[in-house]
């Protein structure tokens, strides 16, 4: 499934991504892990020291007038699972070997309601980098869809942060 699930469990909903990775679950560990990798598909660049849980990182945003976000790692179990918080959203990565030498791969951020559309549209975006490379599809028609499905549920929601322009 590529789309965003959307779940309300607590006090703040949950955008939960599920992919099918063809790539062996330690190749997907690296590109989820090392800051390096995560260059190439993640929307920040992390600066972190050692992964371990209660770890301090950054998330840094290159080329946006965006200020860093300070996280903190808060669950660490290679190669399986890593969460780690974004301001004060939670993201969760879960790997599991697929049936076919690939990975099974979860992506799940807690988060402000508001923000839901916006961020489901972006992860959709990244995840697209992970697997294939490259986006399939622009954030713009995405954000749309989700701004369409969320805003029922969840009230009205934002765009891009100031400072950061989409086409």
Same mark, same amino acid.
């Given at each position: 499934?590529?789309?965003?699930? %959307?779940?309300?469990?607590?006090?703040?909903?949950?955008?939960?991504?599920?992919?099918?990775?063809? !790539?062996? $679950?330690?190749?997907? =560990?690296?590109? $989820?892990?090392? #800051?390096?990798?995560?260059?190439?598909? *993640?929307?920040?660049?992390?600066?972190?020291?050692? =992964?371990? $849980?209660?770890?301090?990182?950054?998330? +840094? *945003?290159?080329?946006?007038?965006?200020?860093?976000?300070?996280?903190?790692?808060?669950?660490?179990?290679?190669?399986?699972? $890593?969460? *780690?918080? =974004?301001?004060?959203?939670?993201?969760? /990565?879960? %790997?599991?070997?697929?049936?076919?030498?690939?990975?099974?791969? +979860?992506?799940?951020?807690?988060?402000? @309601?508001?923000? @839901? @559309?916006?961020?489901?549209?972006?992860?959709?975006?990244?995840?697209?980098?992970?697997?294939?490379?490259?986006?399939?599809?622009? =954030? !713009?028609?995405?954000?749309?869809?989700?701004?369409?499905? /969320?805003? !029922?549920? %969840?009230?009205?929601?934002?765009? #891009?942060?100031?400072? +950061?322009?989409?086409?």
């Amino acid at each position: 499934m590529n789309e965003a699930i %959307l779940e309300r469990t607590g006090e703040r909903p949950i955008i939960r991504f599920e992919r099918h990775l063809h !790539k062996p $679950v330690d190749v997907v =560990w690296r590109a $989820v892990t090392d #800051p390096d990798e995560m260059r190439a598909w *993640f929307p920040t660049k992390i600066e972190i020291d050692e =992964w371990q $849980v209660g770890a301090p990182l950054t998330h +840094v *945003f290159e080329g946006s007038e965006i200020d860093p976000l300070p996280g903190t790692v808060t669950e660490w179990d290679p190669p399986r699972r $890593v969460a *780690f918080t =974004w301001g004060t959203d939670t993201i969760t /990565f879960e %790997l599991a070997p697929g049936t076919d030498g690939g990975t099974d791969f +979860v992506l799940t951020e807690e988060l402000g @309601a508001a923000i @839901a @559309a916006r961020n489901a549209a972006g992860w959709e975006t990244c995840l697209d980098r992970l697997e294939h490379g490259e986006a399939t599809v622009e =954030w !713009k028609p995405r954000f749309d869809h989700y701004v369409e499905r /969320f805003q !029922k549920v %969840l009230g009205q929601q934002e765009g #891009p942060p100031a400072g +950061v322009h989409i086409e």
